[in-house]
């Protein structure tokens, strides 16, 4: 029979997912923006839970409304070509070149480099990096437990001491927010700066990933095998989906805020630091002494672990639903752990510089696919509108990619200044949303074919 899910199991569900959800950049990104933000940081923190919270949880919404259980079917609404290009670009991004690696780098670098002399720190990284993988690698080979593992063990340990270090930061504040003015870009516009700091932690993309595992997970609560009850269980999944969703979102809306008012508080003590990994690890010694680095070792420790068994899981199984024929699950379990860490060698400022160009590209579509399924019963999930209003974003969003590139990498070159005045011309160039206007074009051009098409039907032309 079918076997509904209590309140008791939907919260472990949340939990998994927030733990997998909730890793390395969900702590440093939010603490480093309130330090930075001084007394904007609660615009600031609200333009940064839009995308760090609210399109993670509208990828949920999209996913359960458009009745699709994974990254790959909401990329074919577009076409199947489009689904393999995405899906493997996204989960490359979310995996094995970038996120996967930074799980590892973030607790050595806030954990171990304090206590580490310097000509010792890329053995040390190799040695940690070796371990911290191999662990992750023991619990991702057994995907089916991924709800014990994240849910019931992991991720309750983690929220343990990193409560004792927020309300400790809280109930004794280092002084009051809206004494230091805001630095690095907040003084104006923080609402728009924060959201875009959003985009680091990369939670829209792994909402995205994760949907794969948060589906299957429920599936396997309700029972949805069960002889007869296929239907029943299969109408469910959409609604404990979004409401596990909404748990999940809530926790990470009071941690961020949590974050980055702690943050803020800090620079009654501290200047304004390099990273929020740097931020943290003042902050933990200041109230706890030498055991300050110990606590906030133990919390990122178990804050990345969470989520580099959700990634490696989540990319592993995407890639066997897109590639069948290709290796089993434990084959692509141990190439992307290998590789990742490999690449989290490479050690954490770069491997954040070379992520975030990427994300300005991937973002784009990923919340335009993300609105096209919520609101895709409208036009009956035209394959047009899909169509039309992806392919106008893609090119503007490589644009927004190149202008980061250009300003980075790439700003020694001599046609770097030139090129960015040309495109500088372009509307909301300057801003980041190059790709809004071409993508309301292109949806308003596929709803207009769409409607054109339902009108012919109806009049029997077609």
Request: proline share 4%; charged share 10%.
């Amino acid at each position: 029979m079918e076997k509904k899910i209590g309140f008791r199991e939907m919260v472990f569900v949340a939990s998994m997912f927030f733990g997998m959800l909730f890793g390395a950049g969900n702590l440093i990104f939010p603490v480093s923006m309130g330090q930075k933000a001084g007394m904007e940081t609660l615009l600031a923190s609200l333009g940064f839970c839009i995308t760090g919270v609210g399109l993670p949880l509208l990828s949920v919404v999209a996913m359960a409304v458009s009745k699709t259980s994974s990254m790959t079917d909401m990329a074919r609404f577009v076409g199947k070509r489009f689904s393999y290009f995405f899906t493997t670009l996204l989960y490359l991004c979310i995996g094995p070149l970038f996120a996967i690696p930074r799980t590892a780098t973030v607790p050595f670098q806030v954990g171990m480099v304090p206590y580490l002399p310097e000509n010792t720190h890329k053995m040390m990284l190799f040695l940690f990096s070796l371990l911290f993988f191999g662990i992750a690698l023991v619990l991702s080979l057994k995907p089916g437990k991924l709800l014990t593992y994240v849910g019931k063990v992991l991720n309750p340990i983690f929220l343990l001491f990193l409560s004792v270090l927020l309300l400790t930061a809280l109930i004794f504040p280092m002084g009051k927010m809206e004494a230091f003015p805001a630095t690095a870009g907040y003084e104006e516009g923080s609402l728009l700066k924060g959201l875009f700091e959003g985009y680091n932690t990369m939670d829209v993309v792994g909402a995205l990933a994760f949907g794969n595992i948060l589906i299957q997970t429920i599936r396997t609560l309700q029972g949805e095998n069960a002889v007869g009850e296929e239907n029943r269980a299969t109408e469910q999944i959409p609604f404990v989906t979004m409401l596990s969703g909404a748990m999940a979102a809530g926790m990470m809306v009071v941690i961020y805020f949590a974050l980055a008012i702690v943050g803020a508080q800090s620079r009654a003590v501290f200047s304004v630091q390099e990273n929020g990994g740097d931020v943290l690890h003042s902050v933990s010694t200041y109230y706890f002494k030498s055991y300050g680095g110990i606590l906030l070792a133990v919390i990122i420790f178990f804050s990345c672990l969470k989520t580099a068994v959700g990634l490696i899981t989540s990319t592993a199984m995407a890639f066997v639903e897109m590639f069948p024929k290709s290796l089993p699950y434990k084959a692509y379990v141990c190439l992307f752990t290998f590789f990742s860490f490999a690449i989290s060698n490479v050690g954490l400022s770069k491997i954040i510089s070379y992520s975030v160009p990427a994300l300005f590209f991937i973002y784009p579509m990923s919340m335009v696919l993300i609105v096209l399924c919520l609101f895709g019963r409208f036009y009956d999930f035209s394959g047009k509108v899909f169509r039309y209003c992806i392919y106008f974003t893609l090119p503007f969003a490589f644009l927004d990619s190149l202008k980061i590139l250009l300003k980075g990498g790439l700003k020694d070159f001599s046609f770097s200044h030139s090129l960015l005045f040309l495109l500088g011309h372009i509307p909301l160039f300057n801003k980041g949303l190059t790709w809004l206007v071409p993508s309301l074009l292109g949806f308003a051009l596929g709803i207009f074919l769409w409607y054109t098409d339902k009108v012919r039907e109806k009049s029997g032309t077609v």
